[in-house]
């Protein structure tokens, strides 16, 4: 039997060091937990917890974490570990309360903890219209919802739902999205019939023709849904994300099945007001064109001219009459910046209607 190299006496000081640099840390999460606590204080008797957030200087945070990152750890654990004691330090006043597509398990929540941590108050919802109605009523202080996948394109209920809402976006999430196959008994010639959401069939579409050709695809409007369905029957399936396995007690019959394995779905979160710059903004516009020659030219013309990089454009039916569209811009930049503000103005000129959607920090991935 081979001896280990490592000499006892040596070991056991490398983990007496590691225990010393353990009560350094708690220490000092301690310490900033005061501060955090002294800044609320500072800012006078607010409402609630909604009012001490700011994600802006979250943002420059975290980017300061990436830039001074020079290992061993990823920049994606770093960041991960510090958003966890932002949010510890913020809930001391009271946990935000962060709307989400529900119920329990979708890859909604797994953005909210990603974006906000884990001490939050999370609310599942039933559809993204009750996220949006949600947030803009007060009842929830801000709420996650997804509007595109890399592989399926928009999510079109989102985009319509900003035709009519008054909430603002005030920062995204971008999240990999891997697909499982759940099932009550984790085996896989027992199933009969697939449950999901009708985008994560479109991501596996491939996977399914290979492994499940003659399988029933049943659609439902979530994948943690889906889940709930399939821990019923044991000729039952799902496609959710691996933390709904936790939730609803089912096993993992093969995983991840995505299409392509670079699936990655970017969600917006939703809130009551503009924030100021983090330094590395989008901007998300709704433009209402007026119907004449040359129309969309002119509104993209002024981004151009101020030198604004567009990230994203898409059309909508405007809900303001017969063959009416609107169109939904993502530009580089913050409302507050000048370049942004002379366009905007240019814009106006040409638009029938000019609605700032929201100025945000570009996703820390």
């Not at 993204?128 to 928009?154: L, Y």
């Not at 811009?329 to 814009?347: F, N, R, T």
Request: proline share 5%; glycine share 8%; net charge negative.
């Amino acid at each position: 039997m081979d001896k280990p190299n490592q000499n006892p006496a040596d070991l056991a000081d490398l983990r007496e060091r590691i225990d010393g640099i353990d009560r350094s840390i708690q220490q000092l999460i301690a310490e900033r937990a005061q501060f955090a606590g002294q800044v609320g204080r500072a800012k006078g008797k607010l409402a609630a917890a909604v009012d001490y957030y700011r994600p802006e200087r979250e943002a420059q945070v975290l980017r300061r974490v990436v830039d001074r990152n020079d290992g061993p750890l990823g920049d994606e654990v770093l960041v991960r570990l510090f958003r966890e004691i932002m949010s510890a330090c913020l809930a001391q006043q009271e946990p935000l309360k962060i709307g989400f597509l529900g119920p329990e398990g979708t890859h909604s929540q797994q953005a909210v903890y990603k974006h906000f941590g884990h001490s939050i108050h999370g609310l599942p919802l039933g559809s993204i219209d009750e996220v949006f109605s949600e947030v803009e009523s007060g009842a929830a202080d801000f709420g996650v919802v997804p509007v595109e996948n890399s592989t399926q394109g928009t999510i079109q209920s989102t985009l319509d739902m900003f035709l009519s809402s008054q909430v603002k976006i005030c920062g995204e999430v971008e999240l990999a999205v891997h697909q499982h196959l759940l099932s009550r008994s984790g085996r896989i010639e027992d199933i009969e019939r697939v449950y999901s959401h009708p985008q994560s069939f479109a991501q596996c579409k491939a996977w399914l023709r290979q492994y499940l050709p003659h399988a029933e695809k049943i659609p439902l409007a979530s994948n943690a849904e889906a889940a709930r369905r399939a821990r019923n029957a044991d000729d039952a399936a799902a496609i959710a994300g691996i933390s709904a396995a936790n939730v609803y007690g089912l096993k993992a019959v093969a995983g991840p099945i995505e299409d392509r394995p670079d699936n990655t779905t970017r969600f917006l979160v939703l809130g009551r007001e503009l924030f100021p710059s983090s330094g590395n903004d989008r901007t998300s516009l709704l433009i209402f064109i007026k119907d004449q020659p040359g129309a969309l030219h002119h509104v993209l013309a002024p981004f151009a001219r101020h030198g604004l990089s567009m990230n994203r454009i898409e059309s909508r039916p405007g809900h303001t009459g017969r063959w009416q569209y609107a169109f939904f811009v993502d530009i580089g930049g913050h409302v507050e910046q000048e370049a942004v503000c002379a366009a905007l103005d240019e814009l106006a000129e040409f638009a029938q209607e000019v609605k700032v959607l929201g100025s945000y920090p570009v996703a820390i991935t």
